[in-house]
Antibody, heavy 121, light 110 residues
């Protein structure tokens, strides 16, 4: 299970921070990857990035957000977080965290409940 | 970047009918990397089919996936009332690593 937390209302230029708490699995799993996806009417479903552990930590980011995004694992709390800098109106969306387990090639089987993020001045 | 185009945009059918949803890729996609999700209003997407044709845990056998290369299909053999939702296909590309989604097909009650 994935439980998301974080603010829903942001002002332009602020930094968005969201957290996804994991239960029933480990952020340090050697087979899963931990992903952030967002959904908006204008952009549809958009994968943002992932973190995963394979003897060391790796991160991958979508080109569209690479310069502004950081995903961090937190092993002490078994969670991972998203940080998106300098938000604009175009970052308004529902944000989801999701797990890609090791046994379903590149399919995400568990999703967080979603966080509606509105960027407005 | 591979673009996924789903058709039709909206499909109007009745319970008991057969639904056929299409997902076409701009370049060839490995069957291992083609996934289907169902999404209902206010909910997160739900995994239905992975690797083009494998049903996820707990998914009824009226859902089936097929296809290869650039053309993939999700079929719902006999629609149940709870099947009316939006369906998305998704693919994974490894260079650079990224996931892309189709724009969705809305399956609505006729």
């Amino acid at each position: 299970q994935l439980q998301q937390s974080g603010p829903g209302l942001m002002k332009p230029s602020q930094t968005l921070s969201l957290t996804c708490a994991i239960s029933g699995d480990s952020v340090s799993s050697n087979s899963a990857t931990w992903n952030w996806i967002r959904q908006s009417p204008s952009r549809g479903l958009e994968w943002l990035g992932r973190t995963y552990y394979r003897s060391k930590w790796y991160n991958d980011y979508a080109v569209s957000v690479k310069s502004r995004m950081t995903i961090n694992p937190d092993t002490s709390k078994n969670q991972f977080s998203l940080q998106l800098n300098s938000v604009t109106l175009e970052d308004t969306a529902v944000y989801y965290c999701a797990r890609r387990p090791g046994n379903t090639p590149n399919a995400m089987d568990v999703w967080g409940q979603g966080t509606t993020v509105t960027v407005s001045s | 970047e591979i673009v996924l185009t789903q058709s039709p945009g909206t499909l109007s059918l009745s319970p008991g009918e057969r639904a056929t949803l299409s997902c076409r890729a701009s370049q060839s996609v490995s069957s291992n990397y083609l996934t289907w999700y169902q999404q209902k209003p206010g909910q997160a997407p739900r995994l239905l089919i992975y690797s083009a044709s494998s049903r996820a845990t707990g998914i009824p056998d009226r859902f089936s996936g097929s296809g290869s290369g650039t053309d993939f299909t999700l079929t719902i053999s006999r629609l149940e009332p709870e099947d009316f939702a939006v369906y998305y296909c998704q693919q994974y590309g490894s260079s650079p690593p990224m996931y892309t989604f189709g724009q969705g097909t809305k399956l609505e009650l006729k």
